[in-house]
Nanobody, 124 residues
Framework: QLQLVESGGGLVQPGGSLRLSCAASGFTLNTYTIGWFRQAPGKEREGVSCIVKVGGRTNYADSVKGRFTISRDNAKNTVYLQMNSLKPEDTAVYYC?????????????????WGQGTQVTVSS
């Protein structure tokens, strides 16, 4: 029984920050690559970031590079997405997902375990 649960979403003003959490159960999180994805209303789901299994190499979409940071706390079996300098275009449902691949791909096709999503709304 492999499960991911996202939390930490909410309403924030432009320029503000949020930290999303992705808690894993049923598996040791650092044995999977964990990705963050987002889907805005009427838009396709897009990759945001990932942290690669074991070694912890990270990757970011150009749209969030320098603003978002992905990290992993092995003791808590949790991956985080720290989101700073938020923009209205960051508004979306954010999902975390797990992949067995030792790869920094943020293509959703590489991921087979998905959380339920958490809403992030950036608005004044």
């Amino acid at each position: 029984q492999l499960q991911l649960v996202e939390s930490g979403g909410g309403l924030v003003q432009p320029g503000g920050s949020l930290r999303l959490s992705c808690a894993a159960s049923g598996f040791t999180l650092n044995t999977y690559t964990i990705g963050w994805f987002r889907q805005a209303p009427g838009k396709e789901r897009e990759g945001v970031s990932c942290i690669v299994k074991v070694g912890g190499r990270t990757n970011y979409a150009d749209s969030v590079k320098g603003r978002f940071t992905i990290s992993r706390d092995n003791a808590k079996n949790t991956v985080y997405l720290q989101m700073n300098s938020l923009k209205p275009e960051d508004t979306a449902v954010y999902y975390c997902a797990a992949s067995i691949l030792y790869s920094d791909s943020i293509d959703q096709r590489a991921y087979n375990i998905w959380g339920q999503g958490t809403q992030v709304t950036v608005s004044s």
